[in-house]
C-alpha cells in the first residue's frame, strides 16, 4: 500500500527543518563567518536558491533558526508545570535550563557559539539580547507571581534574583559542556539541586497546609529585616 502523498506545505515544512537542522551543525562546526548558503544547501540536500527563497539571506536565516531555538524553550519553560507555587515552578525552570546540554547538546552548542560570536557581530547581538531577555522574563515573571500568591517574599528584588537565576543556569550550561567527563551527570545535577535550595532559604516562603506562612528561624529573621 502506497503511502499517501505529502502535502506542499508538509513538502515545504520539511525542507525548512532540514535546512535549519543544517545550518546548526555548519554555526557548530565552522562558526558564524565561515560558511554560505552553498554550504547549507550542500549539507541539507537541495539548492542554495531554495534556501534563499524561504529565508531571503544568511541574516534571515540565522533569525529562523535563533527563533526556532528560543520559541521552542520558552514554550517548553512556560509550560513546565501548572504547580499554584511559584516557588516550585522557578525551581523546575532552573533545571530544566540547567540540564539542557544533556537532552539536546547539538541545538544548544549551537546556541552558545552564537552567543560567544555575539560580540563580534551586531546582528548575533541583537538575537542573543532577545533570548536572554525573553529567559529573564520568564524568571521575574515567576518570582512576581510568587510574591502576589505569598510562595516568594514580599521584600524579594524580582529583577535581581531572575539575573541571579540566569547567572547560574549560563555559567553551569558552559561548565557542563567543557567538562562533560569530570563529573557524572548526578554530580552536575547536585550542584543544580544545592542552588535551588540556598535559593529556597533565601526568598521563598514555607506553608503548612492550611496555616499562615511559617518560616524557618534563619528565614523569618530575613523577613523581619526585609519587610518590617
Do not use: W
Not at 504547580?83 to 552548542?109: C, E, G, H, V
Not at 549560563?170 to 535550595?197: M, Y
Amino acid at each position: 500500500m502506497k503511502s499517501p502523498r505529502r502535502t506542499q506545505a508538509e513538502r515545504r515544512d520539511e525542507s525548512k527543518a532540514r535546512i535549519l537542522g543544517a545550518t546548526i551543525d555548519l554555526l557548530i562546526e565552522k562558526g558564524f563567518d565561515r560558511f554560505s548558503l552553498h554550504d547549507v544547501g550542500k549539507r541539507a540536500k537541495c539548492s542554495h536558491e531554495l534556501v534563499n527563497f524561504y529565508f531571503g539571506n544568511k541574516d534571515g536565516l540565522l533569525d529562523a533558526m535563533a527563533t526556532h531555538i528560543i520559541g521552542n524553550l520558552s514554550d517548553e519553560l512556560l509550560a513546565l508545570d501548572e504547580s499554584p507555587n511559584a516557588f516550585d515552578r522557578l525551581a523546575k525552570q532552573i533545571m530544566y535550563i540547567a540540564t539542557i546540554a544533556d537532552r539536546d547538546l547539538t541545538t544548544f552548542t549551537a546556541y552558545l557559539r552564537m552567543a560567544g560570536e555575539a560580540p563580534f557581530s551586531t546582528h548575533l547581538s541583537d538575537l542573543y539580547r532577545a533570548r536572554r531577555n525573553q529567559t529573564l522574563n520568564i524568571f521575574r515573571q515567576t518570582i512576581l507571581a510568587g510574591k502576589v500568591s505569598g510562595h516568594i517574599r514580599r521584600g524579594v528584588d524580582a529583577d535581581a534574583i531572575a539575573q541571579v537565576c540566569y547567572d547560574f543556569v549560563r555559567g553551569h550550561v558552559d561548565r557542563r559542556l567543557l567538562d562533560r567527563d569530570s563529573e557524572t551527570t548526578g554530580e552536575f545535577n547536585a550542584i543544580i539541586s544545592s542552588f535551588i535550595e540556598l535559593l529556597r532559604g533565601q526568598i521563598a516562603i514555607r506553608k503548612r497546609a492550611g496555616d499562615q506562612a511559617s518560616l524557618l528561624p534563619a528565614q523569618q529573621s530575613l523577613v523581619d529585616t526585609q519587610e518590617i
